[in-house]
Each structure stands twice: as C-alpha cells, then as structure tokens.
C-alpha cells in the first residue's frame, strides 16, 4: 500500500542503501516511494536479488528506476516486474504495457516518460531507445499522451526533464491533462528544497488528486552517495504546510 500525506502527496527519493532507504521510509513517515536504480546492477537477476531486501525494508513501496530516464533500461526495468512485484515502476513511454504485462497486476503504479517540448500543451512522447534518437521527435497533445498512458496501462505521467520551474507554462498544462484523466503526476528533474513547494502547489491547484514529487541529485550527500535525512524531513515538513 502506497502512502499519502492527507491522501494526495507522496515523495520519490533515493535510497543509496538499504539503511539509507529504512531511515528514509521512517523520516517520511512512510509517505514516501524509494528508488533504486535498475542501471546500477549488471543483470537483471542482481537487481531482482538485491531489490527483494529493498521491498522488505520498505513494505514494497520500493520505486524501480530506470536511471535519469534512460530509455536503454526500460526492457531491464519490464524485465524486473516479472518478478519484483513493486508499488511503483518507472519507465518511458513506449514500454509502459510491456512492464503492466509482466507485472500481472492492476495495483502497482507505473508511470509514463513525457518530456518538454517548449510548447505549453505539448509534450514529447518518443523517449523510447529507438525513438529518441529519431530525427524528427513524438510530439503530441498532453490530453492525448494520458489518454495513451491509460491505454497502455499506466497510472501516472511523469514529466522529465524539467529543470525545475524552467517550463512552468507547461507544467500547469501537464497537471491540468492528469486532472481530467484521474492520472497521477510525477514532476522530476532539477527538484530541490527551494522550488519544492511551489511544484507541488502548481501540481495540486491544477485539480491533480495525487502528486509525487521526485527530488534526487538536490538532497544526495555526494559524499556517502545517500540522501540526507534532515532533507527528507524538511520535504515533509513542506508538505504539511502545503496541505495543512
């Protein structure tokens, strides 16, 4: 079961340990998905070995990463929900049914990669290995890449990369096509503790149900490679005041 601060915002951070993802889960008062990255095991059989720890730890609200989006892991990532029954899944647009196939269930969130284009309105929906590199990208309506989303499986669009507030035009209009299509949203990619709220808040005043937020790099001690404590705690602490 995937937890909800007042049943709207939940966190996406990552864990760059399996102590690291327990202190975690326990400072976002378990309204939290923890990531680990699939790109960061040399098969699929060490990723599935090691995220069975992963999924105890977190009582399965572990977060299967591709790793910065990239669209070179996403059969890696299918590949893992055949036997990683996660609550939560990463993945570009093009493998969205491949991984709801092998996952076998209608529970686990499976989000689905559209990037910027510049263009409020407008979203890139070729971010697969193959699509990425053509010459000429997917560029779609946002109301018509959720329709697709739903169509294929998936329960949430994840917009990345967003370089924070850099397309906040078109953040308003992603959030406005989750609203009208009961989908989640997942804003990522330049997320710190100073435009936080103010995501978080354009996310929800849009009518969006649930929002969960990815901060990465921003709250990663470089040092040890884990996500620091005191600024998980600070993130909820953000989201309190935004929620009440």
């Known amino acids: 079961m995937i937890h909800y601060y007042k049943e709207q915002v939940c966190l ?15 400072a976002a008062e378990k ?41 070179k892991q996403c059969l890696v990532v299918g590949d893992i929900a055949k036997e990683i029954k996660a609550n939560h899944f990463n993945q570009v647009f093009t493998s969205v049914a491949y991984t709801r196939a092998n996952v076998g269930n209608d529970t686990s969130l499976i989000n689905c990669l559209v990037s910027p284009t510049g263009k409020p309105g407008y979203v890139k929906i070729s971010t697969g290995p193959l699509s990425s590199t053509a010459t000429e990208p ?8 959720a329709k697709m989303c739903i169509d294929m499986g998936g329960t949430s669009l994840k917009f990345f990369p967003m370089k924070g507030l850099s397309c906040k035009e ?8 989750c609203a009208a299509n009961d989908l989640i949203l997942e804003p990522t ?28 790099s921003s709250i990663i001690d470089k040092a040890s490679g884990n996500t620091r404590i005191e600024d998980v705690k600070t993130l909820m602490n953000l989201v309190k005041e935004i929620l009440g």
């Open 189 to 216: 990619g330049g997320i710190d503790l100073d435009n936080f709220k103010e995501i978080v808040e354009i996310s929800l005043n849009q009518g969006v149900k649930k929002v969960i937020p990815h901060v990465y």
């Open 170 to 177: 078109e953040l308003i209009e992603v959030a406005k096509a």
């Open 138 to 145: 997917a560029i779609v309506p946002v109301d018509v890449a």
């Open 12 to 26: 996406n951070v990552l864990a760059g340990s399996k102590e690291n993802a327990k202190e975690i889960y326990e």
């Open 31 to 71: 309204c939290v998905l923890v990531g680990v990255l699939s790109i960061d095991y040399p098969n699929v059989k060490s990723a599935v070995n090691d995220m069975k720890d992963y999924m105890d730890i977190l009582e399965g609200n572990l977060s299967v990463g591709l790793g910065a989006g990239n669209p």
